[in-house]
């Protein structure tokens, strides 16, 4: 069975910065594209960060500058540097592998990311 487990959410003050990280296990297929999305409380879940196998990113406007995803394709991990953070990237942080050549993808239970006034 196929298992993300992210970890290295919690409860920061604006400004600061936190560390995601997704731990892939149970896979036995080439992973792809890897990435973060969130969803906040009302908002629709979107896309925050995407990095390719090759190792090409995407950021959302709101986040470009402030995050920065990697991924290490031994260990099958995905990262979020997430500085600079402000009360608006509060939400439930998930992380996303896709297949290649396949349209299908694993999400992770999802991570708490709370950030104070």
């Known amino acids: 069975q196929v298992q993300l487990v992210e970890s290295g959410g919690g409860l920061v003050q604006a400004g600061g910065s936190l560390r995601l990280s997704c731990a892939v296990s149970?896979?036995?297929?080439?992973?792809?594209?890897m990435g973060w999305y969130r969803q906040a409380p009302g908002k629709e879940r979107e896309s925050v960060a995407t990095?390719?196998?090759?190792?090409?990113?995407d950021y959302a406007d709101s986040v470009k500058g402030r995050f920065t995803i990697s991924r290490d394709n031994v260990k099958n991990t995905v990262s979020l540097q997430m500085n600079s953070l402000k009360p608006e990237d509060t939400a439930v942080y998930y992380c996303?592998?896709?297949?290649?050549?396949?349209?299908?993808?694993?999400w992770g239970q999802g991570t708490q990311v709370t950030v104070s006034s």
């Open positions: 149970g896979i036995n297929f080439r992973i792809g594209a």
């Open positions: 996303n592998v896709k297949r290649i050549y396949v349209k299908q993808e694993s």
């Open positions: 990095i390719s196998e090759a190792g090409t990113t």
